[in-house]
């Protein structure tokens, strides 16, 4: 079993910046890949960016340019560094977690993007 727990989110201006952060705990040996999602309201999930075990990162090529997803050095916790904010970012960020039989999945954390 992997647990996962994403924190970070708010609310924030269109413009800023916010740092999510996905924290793994239990069996995290068996995890591949960290990926996050978002959820804009009344859409579908959408993948935002990904990082594998050996570091390696994707993107949606929508999303590029103002989305970055890193690790530190213990490797339970991914981060998403979100820039210069746009309303279209508001939505839950899910983080999820991929291994040989599936996925975990944190609960989320809101984005909220004011004009």
């Known amino acids: 079993q992997v647990q996962l727990v994403e924190s970070g989110g708010g609310l924030v201006q269109a413009g800023g910046s916010l740092r999510l952060s996905c924290t793994a705990s239990g069996n995290i040996d068996i995890i591949d890949t960290v990926g996050w999602h978002r959820q804009p309201p009344g859409k579908q999930r959408e993948l935002v960016a990904f990082i594998t075990r050996d570091g390696r990162t994707q993107y949606a090529d929508s999303l590029k340019g103002r989305f970055t997803i890193s690790r530190d050095d213990t490797k339970t916790t991914v981060y998403l560094q979100i820039n210069n904010l746009e309303r279209d970012d508001t939505g839950v960020y899910y983080c999820?977690?991929?291994?040989?039989?599936?996925?975990?999945w944190g609960q989320g954390t809101q984005v909220t993007v004011s004009s």
């Open positions: 999820n977690a991929g291994f040989t039989r599936g996925y975990y």
